[in-house]
């Protein structure tokens, strides 16, 4: 079993910033990519960021210039540094991961989901 556990969203003003943290845990042989998805009220689930093992990353247009992404491989943690955030930033964001397990089967592992909310 692999679990994806997500912190960090909360509630901030627009141009504030936030952090969220995601660690994946579990039977882990290694992980692919991990990344940022998007969820806002009525919307389907949009990419933010990814990186991959290699540290080649991919962002959103709309993230470029003001979120990063960034990894920690010895605690299989992947964070999202949002800067500059809008009211149109408002959304659940989910962590994503593709992971081969100890069984060395590769699958797609999603978190729960944090609530984001930028509001004056």
């Known amino acids: 079993q692999v679990q994806l556990v997500e912190s960090g969203g909360g509630l901030v003003q627009p141009g504030g910033s936030l952090r969220l943290s995601c660690a994946a845990s579990?039977?882990?042989?290694?992980?692919?990519?991990m990344g940022w998805y998007r969820q806002a009220p009525g919307k389907q689930r949009d990419l933010v960021a990814t990186?991959?093992?290699?540290?080649?990353?991919n962002y959103a247009d709309s993230a470029k210039g003001r979120f990063t992404t960034s990894k920690d491989n010895a605690k299989n943690t992947v964070y999202l540094q949002m800067n500059s955030l809008r009211p149109g930033d408002t959304a659940v964001y989910y962590c994503?991961?593709?992971?081969?397990?100890?069984?060395?089967?590769?699958?797609?592992?999603w978190g729960q989901g944090t609530q984001v909310t930028v509001t004056s």
């Open positions: 990186m991959t093992s290699g540290g080649s990353t």
């Open positions: 579990g039977s882990i042989f290694s992980i692919n990519v």
């Open positions: 994503s991961a593709g992971i081969v397990t100890t069984g060395y089967y590769e699958y797609r592992y």
